[in-house]
């Protein structure tokens, strides 16, 4: 398993200066993403906006204080920064745009590798990159065995999870991969009790990945 999980070791004032950054670069990063994506629509919302911003701010807050000074905090704080996003395009589009699910891929990976040389171990990122793929291939499985049920943006959205659930160990990738089909089954069950003509495939799969992702990551020592 790897080092991460220094909770408690940054002051607060650091921990609260890294949420507003987050908050800061949410709108920049929406701006950003309407101008080279204008498949995904423009600009979202004020309410949206807003709404997107103190998440990723209250997210990255959190990685901040549960990783602490660790090298791989700057991943973290990445994956807050651009699954929000993912997540915020999934719920409106039903849709994950490849260059944000890749954007987040590489960089992650990029991240990790930085860790290393910064004191991180390299065994973590060997089983960041295990688990990138063991993530994806078995969301491929499912795409392949129920198309229906499962769209190829999750699929390819499932490596940069297992990217990260992976780096932080072989238990976090099991739980989160798991927590990520519960959550996106209870989602499932309220929409279909709300609308019955609602189709199981039209609940997006990427929010729920991600909040286990985030779940996992933070609570799970």
């Known amino acids: 398993m790897t080092s991460l999980g220094n909770a408690g070791s940054v002051a607060p004032l650091v921990v609260a200066s890294i949420g507003i950054l987050g908050l800061i670069l949410s709108p920049i990063t929406e701006l950003l993403i309407a101008k080279l994506l204008p498949r995904v629509g423009g600009v979202p919302a004020p309410r949206v906006r807003v709404t997107t911003a103190m998440v990723t701010g209250l997210l990255c807050a959190a990685f901040a204080f549960r990783f602490g000074a660790d090298p791989g905090l700057p991943a973290f704080l990445l994956l807050a920064l651009l699954g929000v996003q993912l997540a915020r395009i999934d719920i409106a589009l039903h849709l994950l745009p490849n260059p944000?699910?890749?954007?987040?891929?590489?960089?992650?990976?990029?991240?990790?590798?930085?860790?290393?040389?910064?004191?991180?171990?390299?065994?973590?990122?060997?089983?960041?990159?295990?688990?990138?793929?063991?993530?994806?291939?078995?969301?491929?499985?499912?795409?392949?065995?129920s198309p229906a049920g499962m769209g190829m943006g999750d699929v390819k959205f499932a490596a940069p999870i297992g990217l990260y659930l992976g780096?932080?160990?072989?238990?976090?990738?099991?739980?989160?991969?798991?927590?990520?089909?519960?959550?996106?089954?209870?989602?499932?069950?309220?929409?279909?009790?709300?609308?019955?003509?609602?189709?199981?495939?039209?609940?997006?799969?990427?929010?729920?990945?991600?909040?286990?992702?985030?779940?996992?990551?933070?609570?799970?020592?």
């Open 100 to 145: 944000l699910v890749l954007s987040l891929l590489l960089g992650g990976l990029f991240c990790f590798l930085v860790a290393i040389a910064a004191g991180s171990e390299w065994p973590d990122s060997l089983r960041a990159v295990a688990g990138a793929a063991i993530l994806f291939i078995i969301y491929l499985i499912l795409a392949i065995i």
């Open 167 to 221: 780096y932080l160990g072989w238990s976090h990738l099991l739980y989160g991969g798991l927590l990520g089909f519960i959550l996106n089954g209870v989602a499932t069950l309220v929409v279909v009790r709300r609308n019955r003509a609602e189709r199981a495939a039209e609940v997006p799969h990427g929010p729920s990945m991600l909040l286990a992702a985030t779940g996992v990551a933070l609570l799970l020592t």
